[in-house]
């Protein structure tokens, strides 16, 4: 994977993690429905990690937290 392919997977996997995270928070939504999703939302936040290890592998440094927090612009 190249560094470009990893920020692009890691930019949609980010979009998924904060709309879930606002799903969850949602106090209009049950808590039976929330937790359907527990799961899911457990692989998205597995795979965001696996990217961030992956980009350290690529680049040799931690990837920076404003990244880890929102994603890339490029």
Excluded: V
């Excluded at 939302?41 to 990217?51: G, Q, R, V, Y």
């Amino acid at each position: 994977m190249s560094i470009l392919e990893l920020k692009k997977a890691y930019n949609i996997l980010i979009a998924r993690e904060k709309k879930a995270e606002k799903y969850l928070d949602d106090w209009n939504i049950s808590q039976a429905k929330k937790d359907g999703w527990l799961p899911e939302f457990a692989k998205i936040t597995e795979c965001l990690s696996m990217l961030m290890a992956d980009y350290k592998k690529l680049t040799g440094k931690e990837m920076p937290i404003g990244n880890c927090k929102h994603g890339f612009d490029n």
